[in-house]
C-alpha cells in the first residue's frame, strides 16, 4: 500500500493528530473536518467524497504537507 492509500483511509482524526499541520489544507478547502464530530468515524477518502473534491489532488497536497514539515 502506498503513502497516498494510507493517508485516504486513515480517519481524519488520527491524520489530524499525528500530523496537526494538515489543518491548513482542510481549511484551504472549505472543509469543515477539523474539530467535527465524524472526525474519528470518517476516513480521509469519506471527508473527500463528501465535499467532491478531486482524490488525486488533495491527497498530494496532504503528502506535501506532510513532507515538509
Known amino acids: 500500500m502506498d503513502m497516498q492509500e494510507q493517508i485516504a ?8 493528530n499525528r500530523w496537526p499541520e494538515t ?7 472549505g472543509m469543515a473536518c477539523v474539530g467535527c464530530a465524524v472526525a ?15 482524490h488525486a489532488e488533495f491527497l498530494n497536497e496532504l503528502l506535501k504537507k506532510i513532507n515538509r514539515e
Open 40 to 54: 474519528p468515524f470518517y476516513s480521509v477518502a469519506d471527508a473527500i467524497n463528501t465535499y467532491h473534491i478531486s
Open 23 to 29: 489543518a491548513e489544507v482542510f481549511h484551504r478547502h
Open 9 to 16: 483511509n486513515e480517519t481524519v482524526e488520527n491524520l489530524l
